[in-house]
């Protein structure tokens, strides 16, 4: 069982560490711009959408009372 805990606590160091390096790429590149625009707009319109939803499931709810 320690084996299995020592692999995965390794793995996650060394994914840790690929993370850092792949974000310090993307920042010295300017990239990390792009990256976190494209998140924002994504993040934006899943709420837009569910504001939209609501208000639907809402009014739907209003006229069947």
Excluded: C, P
């Excluded at 709420?47 to 709810?61: A, F, G, Q, S, W």
Aim: proline share 0%; hydrophobic share 50%.
């Amino acid at each position: 069982m320690k084996k299995y805990y020592l692999t995965i606590l390794f793995l996650s160091i060394i994914q840790g560490l690929m993370a850092q390096n792949e974000t310090s790429v993307l920042r010295s590149s300017g990239k990390i711009y792009v990256v976190i625009g494209v998140i924002l707009i994504i993040f934006f319109l899943v709420v837009l959408y569910l504001v939209r939803l609501d208000r639907k499931i809402t009014k739907l709810e209003q006229t069947e009372s």
